[in-house]
């Protein structure tokens, strides 16, 4: 079973060094030249909950994938804005049979991918696993959570239950998820307090809890996503959710999310308008307001612009 990480940054590396360790027949695929050659050089340096491995797998820049190979599997970990590319790369290389798994944060994703491959190979999910890129070729993973997977119709809960055996296999505590929509929309309540929030005011994600004001700001913008989530038939618990981002907040700590190390750290662009961006959008478009994550989407496009994101 050959399966390709395409999008091999932080997270890709991460999931890609866990299966590789199981003896999965993977490859790491990504457009970053710099991190692709220090990889293929030095192999992969990764510290995955404390524990530092050199990994010697397979790496590809996206144009120098062999013609002939075809993928079992691929998970997609690119940036949400470069999902398109990677698709268009990635395409050759996949069969009437393959599986494309998607944990990326955004909303949506799997419209794009449609125009690829059959909604039954489709596999979306969450994860609540963390990562990070300390210089190419040097990543972190953390984490112990759940990844949780399902089909997008019933003809893909099989491929779903397939994942879901391989991330076991790999210590990645893959699940089936009971309800898939609703994973994805608490997801989303995380990225668009903790991720924004972090981004805007440059903290870590406990500090965002020493802070009255930052603490209305997650409830409003929560209160916001938690309507707007009624489109996909999805009625969360405002109350509930607000208690569960704060606790994640404590519980993760001196963490400093994906957003912040593209922006802040790394001057990159963010996936803001799949997130709080794509919030506002979804609700303009079935006639509901979200001012709050409109404006949180338009600071940190601000942000970008100051900081000159790439």
């Known amino acids: 079973m050959k399966i390709a990480i395409a999008g091999s940054g932080a997270l890709g590396c991460g999931f890609g060094a866990k299966l590789f360790q199981q003896g999965f027949d993977v490859t790491l695929i990504d457009s970053w030249m710099t991190h692709v050659k220090a990889i293929q050089t030095n192999g992969l340096h990764i510290d995955i ?3 530092r491995c050199h990994l010697d797998i397979p790496m590809y820049s996206h144009e120098d994938i062999p013609n002939n190979d075809v993928y079992d599997i691929v998970f997609l970990f690119p940036k949400s804005m470069q999902l398109k590319d990677v698709l268009d790369y990635i395409k050759p290389h996949l069969s009437e049979t393959s ?6 944060n955004g909303l949506k994703h799997e419209r794009l991918i449609e125009q690829y491959v059959k909604t039954s190979q489709i596999v979306r999910g969450v994860t609540t696993w963390t990562a990070g890129i300390e210089s190419p070729g040097c990543t972190h993973l953390m984490g112990s959570g759940p990844v949780e997977v399902g089909g997008l119709v019933p003809e893909g809960m099989d491929n779903a239950q397939t994942i879901v055996e391989i991330l076991n ?3 990645l505590n893959g699940t089936l998820s009971e309800d898939l929509h609703q994973s994805i929309w608490k997801k989303i309540c ?3 307090t903790a991720n924004a929030l972090c981004t805007i005011l440059e903290c870590k994600m406990s500090s965002l809890n020493e802070s009255n004001d930052a603490k209305n700001l997650i409830y409003k913008i929560t209160q916001e996503i938690v309507h707007v989530a009624t489109i996909d038939n999805v009625h969360l618990n405002l109350d509930e959710i607000f ?4 606790d994640l907040n404590d519980k993760v700590g001196p963490h400093f999310p994906s957003m912040y190390q593209d922006l802040i750290n790394n001057h990159r662009k963010t996936e803001i308008d799949y997130i709080n961006g794509a919030v506002a959008k979804l609700g303009v478009e079935n006639g509901i307001d979200a001012p709050v ?17 790439q």
């Open 243 to 246: 208690e569960y981002l704060i």
């Open 99 to 104: 599986i494309v798994v998607c944990t990326m």
């Open 190 to 192: 995380v990225n668009g």
């Open 49 to 51: 909950n404390g524990e």
């Open 169 to 171: 296999q790999a210590g």
């Open 293 to 309: 994550n409109q404006f949180v989407a338009n600071l940190i496009h601000a942000k970008e612009n100051k900081l000159d994101a």
